[in-house]
């Protein structure tokens, strides 16, 4: 009797060591199962605002640099970044979202800080080598981008101003090596994110290479960018490149050259500049960098017509041609997560473009910016 409870005994308690393990093995499984999804999902982004204020000119936002977001006077907003995505092993999404100033500017052709998208887009790993992106992402042309986390000056610079924001479209990204890369893509007219009003687009190509110290890519972008028989189509060649030259010295170089043909029997307009991008890591928390430019547009490839009212990022002569030198040195100090960006700005162009303090017409203008922008 003894030793038939003893066998029974020792039976349950198997029963439930074996059942105890199954349990533990589902519950790790359930943990390590969601750890997985949970790991494959990301909340990032950042908030950003500048205060910025013109040497010997106005300070009424009449008088500005004619780029992109840092040009208003005093303190001011630049924007909120949220930015979620999912990153599975053949597929994911990007939600990038903004809302104030600099992402109103951002997708302009929005009408109005009500549209917060700045990319929404899924893709697809198809092999080790193909990928595929469908939806709405920020341009793959020039070395500066929307959100400040991925410039290191915080004023913009005339190259990115006026080439593509964002394209909505399909592209291909092909793996060819470890170093070599391409990519193709058709996709709306520029910025035209949310739909396409004219039953156009525009092809798109890149190659690009890179190594351990640094990379570079040649761009490629041709298509009407209008209504068909009023405006021609636009060709744009672009090169950025960037290299680390030693543990605490970097050279970026971005140059770009834009065409778009006449419609009747005028010439071509447009715009070409060059920008050198050195930068110097003087500690651990603090570099500095210079952003040289060079920007011209010929035959009045930024003037833009309304009615009565004619208007350009910096003024042209008779022939419609104009030309900008812009000199940036920006200072970036981290603390945490949090970066202090100073920088000084001297535009000079070869047409009167500003207002001294006297309201007169001048061709320079100089100004302070000292930005902030928290990455979390």
Not at 26 to 32: G, T, Y
Not at 89 to 114: N, Q
């Amino acid at each position: 009797m003894f030793i038939m409870k003893t066998k029974t005994v020792t039976m349950l308690l198997k029963k439930i060591c074996l059942f105890s393990l199954g349990l533990i093995s589902f519950v790790s499984l359930a943990q390590e199962e969601e750890k997985k999804w949970f790991d494959n999902f990301s909340v990032n982004g950042s908030v950003d605002g500048y205060f910025r204020y013109n040497l010997g000119a106005q300070n009424d936002n009449s008088t500005a640099p004619g780029t992109s977001f840092a040009n208003q006077s005093g303190f001011a907003l630049g924007m909120a970044n949220v930015i979620l995505g999912y990153e599975g092993e053949k597929v994911g999404f990007v939600a990038d979202l903004v809302y104030g100033p600099r992402g109103e500017d951002a997708v302009f052709l929005s009408d109005g800080s009500a549209q917060i998208v700045n990319q929404l887009y899924a893709y697809w790993n198809v092999s080790e080598k193909v990928k595929l992106t469908f939806g709405n992402f920020n341009t793959y042309l020039g070395y500066e981008v929307i959100s400040p986390t991925g410039n290191f000056n915080y004023s913009t610079s005339y190259m990115f101003s006026y080439g593509p924001f964002s394209h909505t479209g399909l592209k291909a990204d092909f793996a060819i090596n470890d170093q070599w890369s391409a990519m193709v893509a058709i996709m709306n007219p520029t910025d035209y994110t949310e739909n396409n009003p004219f039953d156009t687009y525009i092809f798109g190509a890149q190659v690009g290479y890179s190594a351990d110290n640094g990379s570079a890519y040649l761009n490629f972008r041709y298509g009407n960018e209008g209504e068909p028989g009023q405006v021609g189509p636009t060709f744009q060649a672009d090169l950025t490149t960037g290299w680390d030259v030693s543990d605490k010295f970097y050279l970026g170089v971005n140059a770009t050259y834009l065409t778009t043909e006449d419609q009747g029997d005028g010439d071509a307009s447009g715009f070409y500049g060059v920008a050198l991008y050195p930068q110097y890591k003087a500690t651990s928390n603090f570099s500095i960098g210079l952003r040289g430019e060079f920007f011209a547009q010929f035959n009045g490839g930024l003037v833009v017509v309304d009615g009565t009212d004619v208007s350009s990022p910096f003024g042209v002569d008779d022939e419609l041609d104009g030309t900008v030198f812009a000199t940036t040195i920006t200072g970036s100090y981290d603390i945490g997560n949090l970066t202090l960006k100073p920088e000084l700005r001297l535009d000079s162009t070869s047409e009167d473009s500003f207002l001294d303090n006297d309201g007169d017409a001048t061709k320079s203008l100089s100004s302070f910016v000292l930005g902030a922008i928290y990455k979390f």
